[in-house]
Structure formats: C-alpha cells, structure tokens
C-alpha cells in the first residue's frame, strides 16, 4: 500500500470520528435546555398555583369577615326590633310558653269532649243492639210459637182432609171409632189386615199392598190399585186418611190405617154407599 492511500484512510476515520463528536455534542446541548426549560415551567407552574392558594385563601377570609359582619348586623336589627316592640327576649320565650299552655290546655279539653262524645255514642250502640237482641229474641220466640201452631195444624188437616184438598170426612182411629162410624150408616167401612211380603189383598174395586211398616215411628208405606192403575202412599202415618177417586162416576174412597205393628198393618176401607160389598182377598 501507498503512502497516499494510507494517509487517505487516516483522513476518513479521523472525520468519522469528528462528525460523531459533534452529533453528542449536539444531543447533550438539547437535553440541557430540555432540562432547563421544564424546571422553569415547574417552578413558574408552582408560584402560580402558590398565588391562586394564597387568593383563594384571602377570598374565603373575606367572606368569612362579612359573613360575620352580616349575623352581627341581623343580631343588632333583631335587637332594635325587638326593643322598639318593647319586647324583650324573655318576654317572648314566656309568651310563647303561655301559647304553648293554652294550646296544649284546649287539646286536652278537646280530647275529653271527644272522649265523652265516643263513649256516648258506644253507649246508644250498646242500648240500641240489647233492644234489637230483645226484639229478635220475642220474634224467634213468635216464629217458634207459630210454627209450633202450623205444624200442630197441618198434623190436624193431614188427618181431617187426607190426600185430596178441600176434601174432608170423619175416621176412625180405633175400632170402637170404626163401629160408631158403621151405625151412623153414611158409608161401608170395611176392616182388613195387610201383612208385608203378601199378595195385594181386594176390597171393593180396589186392591192394597203393604210394601214397609215401621212400628217406632208409627209409618207405613202401601200401594192402592184402582181403575188398573197403581199408586204408592209412602210413609204415611197412623189414623192418616188416604183418599182417592175410583170408578166411573169417581167416587171418593178412603184408607185409614189405625194400628202399625212390625211388617203389619190393621185399617179399614171407606165407599160411599152406593158401592157394592167388598171382595175377600
């Protein structure tokens, strides 16, 4: 290599190496005013806030003073207030607690006035329902008494009139009753004997059947054919008239039966006179 050449070489690296001196140089002077600037913006930013704290401070303490001032000046003008009234301040608080007596004094005698109205009124309430229990009390007794008087009086219709309304006639509840009724010669009364679990038993143009005899309660319950036709009398009682029409010129016949005994029945059939005598079962 030559001379030249090396000289050459020595000359690059030596600007190389300038250049690069330069660039941190370059660096190292912003970083420095970089520094510098954002100290002076921190200390300039804290005297600010510093100032406004110290305003701010001021201003608080401004208004406190003339808050105080203002409450001073309202005591003063209630004072005067109050003087040229002739009102002092114990004046009012006596005045107020002689209100306040009177008040409580007229609601007192208020409640006590209520309080006697309610109980007056509790009291006619009272007086007003014993009247209506005592009058409930007379009609139940009055509804009891009558229905006492219509049940005796349907007992008598049921024996007077029997099945058919507005009908009447005399029976006989005892044979001896039977016997009186066969002397007055009105009507043919034929006795008869039923006995349950029995074939009907013919009287007349008529044919009866026992179908339930119950002996406590003093019931029965038969059937009557009559012009091919059948009807139950159920639970019926003794001396009870069962009457019916029959025949061509629907006469009126009648069944009384005045003994009930266990799957028994002792009675008697009435036909008015213009029937024939009666067929034996």
Same mark, same amino acid.
């Not at 207030?81 to 306040?100: D, H, V």
């Not at 209520?114 to 009390?137: G, K, P, W, Y």
């Not at 349907?154 to 024996?159: E, G, N, S």
């Not at 799957?263 to 008697?268: A, I, L, P, Q, S």
């Given at each position: /290599?030559? #001379?030249?050449?090396?000289?050459?070489?020595?000359?690059?690296?030596?600007?190389? !190496?300038?250049?690069? #001196?330069?660039?941190?140089?370059?660096?190292?002077?912003?970083?420095?005013?970089?520094?510098?600037?954002?100290?002076?913006? $921190?200390?300039?930013?804290?005297?600010?806030?510093?100032?406004?704290?110290?305003?701010?401070? !001021?201003?608080?303490?401004?208004?406190?003073?003339?808050?105080? @001032? %203002?409450?001073?000046?309202?005591?003063?003008?209630?004072?005067? /207030?109050?003087?040229?009234? &002739? $009102?002092?301040?114990? &004046?009012?608080?006596?005045?107020?607690?002689?209100? =306040?007596?009177?008040?409580?004094?007229?609601?007192? @005698?208020?409640?006590?006035?209520?309080?006697?109205?309610?109980? @007056?009124?509790?009291?006619? *309430?009272?007086?007003?329902?014993?009247?209506?229990?005592?009058?409930?009390? +007379?009609?139940?007794?009055?509804?009891?008494?009558?229905? =006492?008087?219509?049940?005796?009086?349907?007992?008598?219709?049921?024996?007077? *009139? +029997?099945?058919? =309304? &507005?009908?009447?006639?005399?029976?006989?509840?005892?044979?001896?009753?039977?016997?009186?009724?066969?002397?007055? +010669?009105?009507?043919?009364?034929?006795?008869? #004997?039923?006995?349950?679990?029995?074939?009907? %038993?013919?009287?007349?143009?008529?044919?009866?059947?026992?179908?339930?005899?119950?002996?406590?309660?003093?019931?029965?319950?038969?059937?009557?054919? @009559?012009?091919?036709?059948?009807?139950?009398?159920?639970?019926?009682?003794?001396?009870?008239?069962?009457?019916?029409?029959? &025949?061509?010129?629907?006469?009126?016949?009648?069944?009384? $039966?005045? #003994?009930?005994?266990?799957?028994?029945?002792?009675?008697?059939? %009435? =036909?008015?006179?213009?029937?024939?005598?009666?067929?034996?079962?």
């Amino acid at each position: /290599m030559s #001379t030249l050449a090396v000289e050459k070489q020595i000359n690059v690296r030596t600007s190389g !190496a300038s250049s690069d #001196t330069i660039l941190r140089r370059a660096l190292l002077a912003v970083a420095v005013v970089y520094i510098i600037l954002s100290l002076y913006l $921190i200390f300039e930013t804290r005297s600010r806030l510093t100032s406004a704290v110290t305003a701010q401070d !001021a201003a608080i303490e401004r208004l406190r003073e003339r808050q105080a @001032a %203002s409450e001073e000046n309202f005591r003063a003008s209630n004072k005067v /207030m109050a003087q040229q009234l &002739g $009102i002092t301040e114990r &004046g009012l608080q006596a005045a107020y607690a002689g209100t =306040t007596a009177e008040i409580r004094q007229n609601q007192r @005698a208020f409640e006590r006035r209520l309080q006697d109205q309610q109980n @007056a009124a509790a009291d006619q *309430v009272i007086f007003e329902v014993a009247n209506v229990r005592t009058e409930l009390n +007379g009609a139940k007794e009055e509804i009891a008494a009558t229905r =006492t008087d219509l049940e005796s009086t349907k007992v008598k219709l049921d024996r007077a *009139v +029997g099945d058919l =309304t &507005g009908q009447s006639s005399l029976i006989a509840r005892t044979r001896a009753d039977l016997e009186e009724l066969r002397h007055r +010669g009105d009507r043919n009364y034929y006795e008869f #004997t039923l006995n349950k679990g029995e074939r009907p %038993s013919r009287l007349s143009s008529v044919r009866l059947q026992l179908k339930r005899a119950d002996a406590k309660k003093n019931k029965f319950t038969i059937s009557v054919t @009559a012009d091919d036709r059948t009807i139950e009398k159920k639970d019926r009682g003794a001396a009870e008239p069962l009457q019916f029409y029959t &025949g061509r010129d629907r006469q009126l016949y009648e069944v009384v $039966i005045f #003994t009930v005994e266990k799957n028994k029945v002792t009675g008697y059939l %009435s =036909t008015p006179k213009s029937v024939g005598t009666p067929i034996s079962k």
